[in-house]
C-alpha cells in the first residue's frame, strides 16, 4: 500500500470512528448512573483527543508530500 492509500485508509477509520462514538452520547443516560454516565463522557472525550492526534499527524505527513511535488 502506498502512502496516499495508506492516508486515505487511515482518515476513512477515523471518520468511522467518530461516527460510533457520536452514537454513545445518547445511550449514556439510560444507563440511570450518573457517575458511569460522566466516566464514560470523559473517556470518550479522551479517544476523540487521541483520534483528532493521528488525524492531525496524517494531515501533517500529507502536507508534507505535497510541498515537495513540483
Request: aromatic residues 2%.
Amino acid at each position: 500500500m502506498d502512502r496516499p492509500a495508506a492516508i486515505a485508509q487511515i482518515r476513512e477509520a477515523c471518520k468511522n470512528i467518530a461516527l460510533q462514538f457520536m452514537k454513545l452520547h445518547p445511550a449514556l443516560p439510560g444507563l440511570n448512573d450518573a457517575e458511569t454516565m460522566s466516566d464514560c463522557i470523559k473517556a470518550i472525550h479522551e479517544m476523540t483527543v487521541q483520534l483528532e492526534t493521528i488525524k492531525k499527524k496524517v494531515g501533517k505527513l500529507e502536507r508534507a508530500d505535497d510541498s515537495t511535488v513540483l
